[in-house]
């Protein structure tokens, strides 16, 4: 059991090392961008050590580091729902040009492709196709293995929102892998 005390910063770290790699891992597949994987990865360390205080001895220190990387990647979602995608920039005396800034998306992404390629070509695409809310939860769930109380907990729902969101999930992966094989099979 840990006793914080003056080698805080020390603890931290000795808790967070062996987690690091599959918390990026994560944010890559939440995010399927390398530049906002390694910020999401980023803010969730630091917001986790400003509140390593509050961590519990002796609770599930991984569970709790997920829900902040989950909690900070609904909010970055949220907010970029509310921005716009395109961005205009005018000359004034020249002819305007639109600028678009698309993401960066991970299929264009070789170093965010290799980093991901844990998972089969055809899972990945059926995964990534998923809608969001399941997305999440059957990779929070089949991927990272935290329990339904532990997603239930990161994603601020009920524990039977977690079971029929996995359910689904699985159910779409499920059809969507089948078309897959059954067009391999042709």
Known sequence: MWIFGGNRRRQFE???????KPLYQ??????????WAEDLTQDTLIRAYERFHLF???????????????HIYLNDCERARR??????LH?????????DFPSQSL????????????LPEHLQEALDSLPEEFRITVILVDIEDMNYQEVATA???????VRS?????????????????????V
């Open 14 to 20: 000795q808790m967070t090392r062996p987690l690091l």
């Open 26 to 35: 994560t944010a890559l597949r939440l995010t399927r961008q390398t530049e």
């Open 56 to 70: 519990t001895p002796g609770t599930n220190f991984r569970a709790w580091l997920f829900t902040i990387l989950t």
């Open 83 to 88: 921005r716009p995608s395109l961005v205009s």
């Open 91 to 99: 000359n004034s005396g020249d002819s305007a040009e639109e600028w």
């Open 107 to 118: 299929l264009d992404d070789p170093q965010a492709a290799l980093l991901t390629n844990l």
């Open 155 to 161: 994603l601020g729902v009920p524990v039977g929102t």
């Open 165 to 185: 969101r996995l359910s689904r999930g699985r159910g779409i992966l499920r059809k969507l892998l089948s078309k897959i094989v059954s067009l391999m099979l």
